[in-house]
């Protein structure tokens, strides 16, 4: 019920947009996102503001072959750093079990391949301050 009637967010090249919504402008980089019990719809103005400095940095030319994407939430940042360096290997941590899951999820949706080589994504419960 929280997502309901959130509006697709368009940052730099990203398009992200809760399940309601699956069509997406040309030429954008879009995910579908279902946050159900986890952060990160792209609405916030952080996560926003991560995804517009992802797509300068690429613009710009930067090149990663890492990439940590921590406190990952519903997986969204690490999908679109993955986007951006295909070839780069990933990992996105939370301190929280039902992100995890709820990322794993969102990576089937979105076509994110899972694993630990380059170009997969590894999901990994953090410890945190432990």
Not at 33 to 38: G, Q, V
Not at 48 to 75: M, P, Q, S, V
Request: with cysteine.
């Amino acid at each position: 019920m929280s997502q309901e009637g959130l509006q697709p967010i368009r940052a730099g090249r990203f398009f992200v947009h809760t399940p309601t919504y699956r069509s997406h402008p040309p030429g954008t980089i879009a995910f579908e996102i279902d946050a159900s019990l986890a952060f990160g719809t792209g609405q916030h103005a952080t996560t926003r503001g991560c995804l517009e400095a992802l797509d300068r940095l690429e613009r710009e030319g930067a090149k990663f072959r890492n990439i940590a994407d921590i406190g990952t939430g519903t997986g969204l940042l690490a999908f679109a750093a993955l986007a951006l360096w295909p070839e780069a290997k990933c990992i996105a941590t939370d301190i929280d079990a039902v992100a995890i899951d709820v990322a794993r999820d969102n990576a089937a949706i979105n076509g994110v391949k899972l694993g630990h080589t380059p170009g997969e994504l590894l999901l990994a419960q953090a410890d945190g301050m432990d």
